[in-house]
């Protein structure tokens, strides 16, 4: 759950993600994250759904 | 207005007329543009190049090529580019430290496409930092011409104000999120975001692949139709570059509006200043005036759809920008730096989410454009806000509440002037068709602005 993003967490992926993180920015980002992150899970999608992850020429000539 | 302020807010066509009646010199056009840039530089702050050499040689090479008699509308016609596309042998900066000391090798396809037709390059335009929301402090910010001490919006900084000011006659932009039509709203000027590969992308430093486009900033639909006439069409070299052909945009701004069915997007009137919904208002009232048929539409929650194009934009960035991020973080402002570690943490399931999300909320949009042609919203929920306003790393959701959904989805929408607030700040209007539909698009901005003087209005902090 976004709600139980951690700074421990965030470190935890940034160094999976080979981003550096300082120490004292770890908790400002935790909480960014976990604010953004409960955001797109809420965003309401029917299982059957597809991902659209740009535009495909079908969808170009609509 | 004087002589020097009338010339440089001409329209593009009466200056080209008056080049091929030999009444006007695009050396002498293209000198004056330089002279209004040096006067209002650094105070604008809208450069960060300026190639007047350049300049004045291709002016020579365009007042040859009218003399020749086959030039197409823009040829000798003085403008900018945002500093985010390629211009071979010129500095690529972004705004950024990040790429110090680059050149560029090549031209973006849209620009070359504008040299190929003899217009002019002045210079290349300031913007947010990467066009990523945030002013780089070494670059500092552009100042708005109708009001010093607001803001022009972003990205597109530069690009606005130039044109408002009547150094440049139209500027080419980028839009991820409404970075060339809420610039155009903040200055008072016309905005086009077209369709999803309707304007290649190649040579733009990209912010989010699938969700940026290349467009003009001009200050009549008329002059920013002739700019998209030019740079649109299929680039081989663009993987998302469209085949479709590209209707003639200038004629058919002349073509009838009566009937024409506009949804307004009445939720989207709510949450703005007062001021800015009694304009859009009115604008609806004018639409119906020329015959258009307005009716209420119920469109799915843009706020879903802000939230799932943050995330394409934040994960694609940090995708983007990942070995500059390691390799010279010291390059980016603190703002964006933080923007782009925080895309780089956001996990794979949730970018897919946030795509499956864009799925639903296009085909929410398309079932709307069942019932109309076109659709009227307000472009941003106030005028030029203070500088004092802009905090590093805010919330920039309420801004781009009513543009980027339509960034998400594909299709082209336009900004253009709708009145002014009591202090006299310009409001834009928005209106949005279905893909690869410019031309009724436009055909509607045109109509709409032949029927108010909104765009007769000239900044006088610059004048």
Same mark, same amino acid.
């Given at each position: 759950?976004?709600?139980?993003?951690?700074?421990?967490?965030?470190?935890?992926?940034?160094?999976?993600?080979?981003?550096?993180? *300082?120490?004292?920015?770890?908790?400002?980002?935790?909480?960014?994250?976990?604010?953004?992150?409960?955001?797109?899970?809420?965003?309401?999608?029917?299982?059957?759904?597809?991902?659209?992850?740009?535009?495909?020429?079908?969808?170009?000539?609509? | 207005?004087?002589?020097?302020?009338?010339?440089?807010?001409?329209?593009?066509?009466?200056?080209?007329?008056?080049?091929?009646?030999?009444?006007?010199?695009?050396?002498?056009?293209?000198?004056?543009?330089?002279?209004?840039?040096?006067?209002?530089?650094?105070?604008?702050?809208?450069?960060?190049?300026?190639?007047?050499?350049?300049?004045?040689?291709?002016?020579?090479? #365009?007042?040859?090529?009218?003399?020749?008699?086959?030039?197409?509308?823009?040829? @000798?016609?003085?403008?900018?580019?945002?500093?985010?596309?390629?211009?071979?042998?010129?500095?690529? /900066?972004?705004?950024?430290?990040?790429?110090?000391?680059?050149?560029?090798?090549?031209?973006?396809?849209?620009?070359?496409?504008?040299?190929?037709?003899?217009?002019?390059?002045? @210079?290349?335009?300031?913007?947010?930092?990467?066009?990523?929301?945030?002013?780089?402090?070494?670059?500092?910010?552009?100042?708005?011409?109708?009001?010093?001490?607001?803001?022009?919006?972003?990205?597109?900084?530069?690009?606005?104000?130039?044109?408002?000011?009547?150094?440049?006659?139209?500027?080419?932009?980028?839009? &991820?999120?409404?970075?060339?039509?809420?610039?155009?709203?903040?200055? @008072?000027?016309?905005?086009?975001?077209?369709?999803?590969?309707?304007?290649?992308?190649?040579? =733009?430093?990209?912010?989010?692949?699938?969700?940026?486009?290349? @467009?003009?900033?001009?200050?009549?639909? #008329?002059?920013?139709?002739?700019?998209?006439?030019?740079?649109?069409?299929?680039?081989?070299?663009?993987?998302?570059?469209?085949?479709?052909?590209?209707?003639?945009? /200038?004629?058919?701004?002349?073509?009838?509006?009566?009937?024409?069915?506009?949804?307004?997007?009445?939720?989207?009137?709510?949450?703005?200043?007062?001021?800015?919904? &009694?304009?859009?208002?009115?604008?609806?009232?004018?639409?119906? *005036?020329?015959?258009?048929?307005?009716?209420?539409?119920?469109?799915?929650?843009?706020?879903?759809?802000?939230?799932?194009?943050?995330?394409?934009?934040?994960?694609?960035? #940090?995708?983007?920008?990942? $070995?500059? =991020?390691?390799?010279?973080?010291? %390059?980016?402002?603190?703002?964006?730096?933080?923007?782009?570690?925080?895309?780089?943490?956001?996990?794979?399931?949730?970018?897919?989410?946030?795509?499956?999300?864009?799925?639903?909320?296009?085909? %929410?949009?398309?079932?709307?454009?069942?019932?109309?042609?076109?659709?009227?919203?307000?472009?941003?929920?106030?005028?030029?806000?203070?500088?004092?306003?802009?905090?590093?790393?805010?919330?920039? $959701?309420?801004?781009?509440?009513?543009?980027?959904?339509?960034?998400?989805?594909?299709?082209?929408?336009?900004?253009?002037?709708?009145?002014?607030?009591?202090? *006299?700040?310009?409001?834009?209007?928005?209106?949005?068709?279905?893909?690869?539909?410019?031309?009724?698009?436009?055909?509607?901005?045109?109509?709409?602005?032949?029927?108010?003087?909104?765009?007769?209005?000239?900044?006088?902090?610059? #004048?």
């Amino acid at each position: 759950m976004a709600d139980e993003v951690t700074a421990d967490g965030v470190a935890g992926v940034a160094t999976l993600a080979a981003v550096h993180v *300082g120490a004292q920015e770890l908790p400002e980002l935790a909480r960014q994250l976990a604010g953004f992150l409960s955001a797109v899970r809420a965003l309401p999608c029917p299982p059957e759904v597809e991902p659209m992850p740009g535009f495909t020429p079908l969808e170009k000539q609509r | 207005m004087s002589a020097d302020e009338e010339l440089s807010y001409l329209a593009i066509a009466d200056l080209a007329s008056r080049y091929r009646r030999k009444e006007l010199s695009p050396v002498d056009v293209t000198r004056a543009a330089l002279t209004r840039i040096e006067r209002m530089e650094p105070t604008l702050n809208a450069y960060i190049l300026v190639t007047a050499d350049r300049a004045l040689n291709e002016a020579k090479a #365009a007042e040859a090529r009218i003399a020749r008699g086959d030039a197409p509308l823009l040829c @000798g016609i003085p403008f900018s580019v945002k500093d985010i596309f390629d211009v071979q042998g010129l500095p690529l /900066t972004c705004a950024s430290n990040v790429l110090k000391g680059h050149s560029s090798t090549t031209t973006a396809f849209a620009v070359q496409r504008l040299l190929d037709a003899g217009s002019v390059l002045l @210079g290349k335009n300031n913007l947010l930092e990467f066009a990523y929301g945030e002013t780089h402090p070494d670059f500092g910010p552009t100042r708005n011409p109708w009001h010093l001490d607001r803001s022009t919006a972003g990205s597109s900084t530069g690009s606005a104000a130039s044109v408002a000011a009547g150094q440049a006659y139209f500027s080419l932009g980028t839009d &991820t999120g409404g970075s060339i039509r809420l610039p155009a709203s903040y200055c @008072g000027l016309v905005g086009i975001k077209p369709t999803y590969g309707r304007v290649s992308r190649r040579g =733009l430093v990209p912010l989010c692949w699938s969700c940026d486009y290349v @467009g003009p900033l001009a200050r009549t639909v #008329a002059d920013a139709a002739t700019v998209l006439q030019t740079i649109a069409g299929h680039d081989p070299g663009d993987p998302t570059s469209a085949r479709c052909p590209v209707p003639d945009l /200038t004629t058919s701004l002349k073509q009838p509006v009566q009937g024409v069915r506009v949804g307004i997007v009445t939720r989207e009137f709510d949450g703005v200043q007062a001021e800015v919904r &009694t304009l859009t208002e009115d604008a609806v009232r004018a639409l119906e *005036g020329l015959g258009m048929r307005a009716t209420e539409v119920q469109t799915p929650p843009f706020e879903r759809a802000v939230v799932a194009l943050l995330t394409l934009l934040f994960v694609e960035a #940090a995708s983007f920008h990942r $070995t500059w =991020l390691k390799e010279r973080p010291e %390059g980016y402002s603190a703002a964006v730096r933080d923007r782009l570690k925080m895309g780089a943490l956001i996990p794979a399931v949730d970018y897919v989410h946030a795509q499956r999300a864009r799925r639903v909320f296009a085909e %929410g949009m398309a079932g709307v454009f069942e019932a109309v042609d076109l659709l009227v919203l307000p472009t941003s929920p106030g005028p030029a806000h203070a500088f004092t306003e802009e905090v590093p790393g805010r919330d920039f $959701t309420p801004y781009v509440r009513r543009t980027c959904p339509f960034n998400l989805i594909g299709y082209p929408a336009v900004s253009v002037p709708c009145g002014f607030t009591s202090d *006299g700040l310009p409001i834009g209007l928005q209106l949005v068709a279905r893909s690869f539909a410019e031309d009724l698009l436009l055909r509607a901005a045109h109509a709409y602005e032949r029927a108010t003087a909104w765009h007769a209005r000239r900044p006088a902090a610059v #004048a």
